[in-house]
């Protein structure tokens, strides 16, 4: 079991900056796969992006050049450095982990949320 914990979010005008962090414990042993997700009001939750245990990261084409991920694999801790944010990045955003080159279709194990709101 990996129990994930999100912090950082808040209030943000447009083009702020904001970085959450996502603290994982439990069995952090062996390697695992972690990623973002957000979900805006009346909107299915979609990818963010994702590090793999490889240190390889994709981005969605959404948040691309804006949003950095990053993970400390020492610390068992994974960023997500947003940039120049606008309103709709106004989210719950969520901490997942997995394993299996696709997990991030059905993580197995997701935080409980943290809210960016960005406004105008």
């Known amino acids: 079991q990996v129990h994930l914990v999100e912090s950082g979010g808040g209030l943000v005008q447009a083009g702020g900056s904001l970085r959450l962090s996502c603290a994982a414990s439990g069995r952090t042993y062996g390697g695992y796969n972690m990623g973002w997700f957000r979900q805006a009001p009346g909107k299915e939750r979609e990818y963010v992006a994702r590090?793999?245990?490889?240190?390889?990261?994709n981005y969605a084409d959404s948040i691309k050049g804006r949003f950095t991920i990053s993970r400390d694999y020492a610390n068992h801790t994974m960023y997500l450095q947003m940039n120049s944010l606008k309103p709709e990045d106004t989210a719950v955003y969520y901490c997942?982990?997995?394993?299996?080159?696709?997990?991030?279709?059905?993580?197995?194990?997701w935080g409980q949320g943290t809210q960016v709101t960005v406004s105008s």
């Open positions: 997942a982990a997995g394993t299996g080159s696709n997990w991030s279709r059905n993580p197995d194990y």
């Open positions: 590090i793999g245990w490889n240190r390889v990261t």
